[in-house]
T-cell receptor, first 110, second 117 residues
């Protein structure tokens, strides 16, 4: 079983649309959760950390459901510049390694 | 804004040769990491380094790999005898603190693309 699973997409949405990505993780003792963004052939860049209470940063909202081992990312009012691959990332209960999902590809079209 | 830097941006080598990939982490960060991403695949953890020693490594990080902090600024990854399957993008990352604290965000460098022929 993969440790971090994501729907690879691609998600093709028009500008202004709302889009949601989901992610599941297998290690119930995982302690830290993130969404990173990766543009083609570039490094992953932190989009936001994910907290148990849910958190919002502008147009982006992240939710964590520990009971279901499920993380989500909601993007409102999509911009062309949001086109990228969104990586769900989990740190297990011990250690420092980021466990990456394979990513969900988003293409925002005019 | 401080950033992680990596050199070279692209390294081409022959199978069996040694390569050293270099990284300069963010200056006040104490934890350093190497990851790799084979084309079309997910980012994979290789090793973490703290207080001048390896704190964690993955199954990928076998005896062919080593890391070093030769001075106060550089952090290197050495592959002793490269294989075709080592071709990948190698990312260095650093963080202020280890996992679980509020300062555990890992910041990535732009990567070194390693091509083994």
């Amino acid at each position: 079983r993969k440790e971090v699973e994501q729907d690879p997409g691609p998600f093709n949405v028009p500008e202004g649309a709302t889009v949601a990505f989901n992610c599941t993780y297998s290690n119930s003792a995982s302690q830290s959760f993130f969404w990173y963004r990766q543009d083609c052939r570039k490094e992953p860049k932190l989009l936001m950390s994910v907290y148990s209470s849910g958190n919002e940063d502008g147009r982006f909202t992240a939710q964590l459901n520990r009971a279901s081992q499920y993380i989500s990312l909601l993007i409102r009012d999509s911009k062309l510049s949001d086109s990228a691959t969104y990586l769900c990332v989990v740190i297990p209960n011990s250690g420092y390694a980021l466990n990456f999902g394979k990513g969900t590809s988003l293409l925002v079209t005019p | 804004e401080p950033e992680v830097t990596q050199t070279p941006s692209h390294q081409v080598t022959q199978m069996g040769q040694e390569v050293i990939l270099r990284c300069v982490p963010i200056s006040n960060h104490l934890y350093f990491y190497w990851y790799r991403q084979i084309l079309g695949q997910k980012v994979e953890f290789l090793v973490s380094f703290y207080n001048n020693e390896i704190s964690e490594k993955s199954e990928i990080f076998d005896d062919q790999f080593s890391v070093e902090r030769p001075d106060g600024s550089n952090f290197t990854l050495k592959i002793r005898s490269t294989k075709l399957e080592d071709s990948a993008m190698y990312f260095c990352a650093s963080s202020e603190a280890g996992a679980g604290g509020g300062l555990d965000t890992q910041y990535f460098g732009p990567g070194t693309r390693l091509t083994v022929l």
